[in-house]
């Protein structure tokens, strides 16, 4: 089982940065895989970044803003979140997949076994 711990959320005006942290514990063996989503009130939670083998994807409305990375060492992974803008307003949410675990595409949550319990990030005009 792995458990996932975001930290990093809060409050910023457009324009902004916020660093968005995210601790996985409770595995051993091959490493996991891990990507941000996020769920704005009224919305499908939606993809935003994944760190893989074949490397890091994006998805179109943040691309060129946002930076993922993983520390394996650490078993953490981060989201770097420059230029905020306030349609990025949403709670994240940090997802991991084990190596055997069903591909559906770094975007789709279907992928993703495991998740945290959201951190909010508010971005106002």
């Known amino acids: 089982q792995v458990q996932l711990v975001e930290s990093g959320g809060g409050s910023v005006q457009a324009g902004g940065s916020l660093r968005l942290s995210c601790a996985a514990s409770?595995?051993?063996?091959?490493?996991?895989?891990m990507g941000w989503f996020r769920q704005a009130p009224g919305k499908e939670r939606e993809g935003v970044a994944y760190?893989?083998?074949?490397?890091?994807v994006y998805s179109d409305s943040v691309k060129g803003r946002f930076t993922i990375s993983q520390v394996n060492a650490e078993n953490t992974a981060y989201l770097q979140m420059n230029s905020l803008k306030p349609e990025d307003t949403a709670m994240y949410y940090c997802?991991?997949?084990?190596?055997?675990?069903?591909?559906?595409?770094?975007?789709?949550?279907?992928?993703?076994?495991?998740w945290g319990q959201g951190t909010q990030v508010t971005v106002s005009s």
């Open positions: 997802a991991a997949r084990r190596p055997g675990d069903t591909f559906y595409g770094a975007m789709k949550k279907e992928s993703f076994n495991y």
């Open positions: 409770g595995y051993t063996g091959s490493r996991v895989f």
């Open positions: 760190t893989g083998t074949a490397g890091t």
